[in-house]
């Protein structure tokens, strides 16, 4: 129905940047809010950025003033601009869209297949 697909991810030095993106297509009526999140082995996935339709932002201390997410409505596609990487911000990435995929009022929640990100001291 709803397929998120992830690009950007890649290797990258500490202080360097990334660019991430996620394309949504299918069965699209709106999209609510969008996010990335992230995951190491052995720990749980965690927010690193949420943008809601509204446009309102959140993020959690450990990126702030770092990473930047943003949107375009037009192409259903999220960004993720991330500065000043550090060692600890290695981890899969991955991007999350709230849709709704007709009239109805209800919501879906719909996952990226992820991309790693590595960044080396």
């Known amino acids: 129905q709803v397929q998120l697909v992830e690009s950007g991810g890649g290797m990258v030095q500490a202080g360097g940047s990334l660019r991430l993106s996620c394309a949504a297509s299918g069965n699209i009526f709106r999209i609510n809010n969008m996010g990335w999140y992230r995951q190491v082995p052995g720990k749980q996935r965690e927010l690193v950025a949420a943008?809601?339709?509204?446009?309102?932002?959140n993020y959690p201390d450990s990126v702030k003033g770092r990473f930047t997410i943003s949107r375009d409505n037009a192409k259903n596609t999220v960004y993720l601009q991330m500065n000043s990487l550090k060692p600890e911000d290695t981890a899969v990435y991955y991007c999350?869209?709230?849709?709704?995929?007709?009239?109805?009022?209800?919501?879906?929640?719909?996952w990226g297949q992820g991309t790693q990100v590595t960044v080396s001291s």
């Open positions: 943008l809601t339709s509204g446009g309102s932002t």
């Open positions: 999350n869209a709230v849709v709704q995929l007709d009239r109805r009022p209800n919501m879906y929640n719909y």
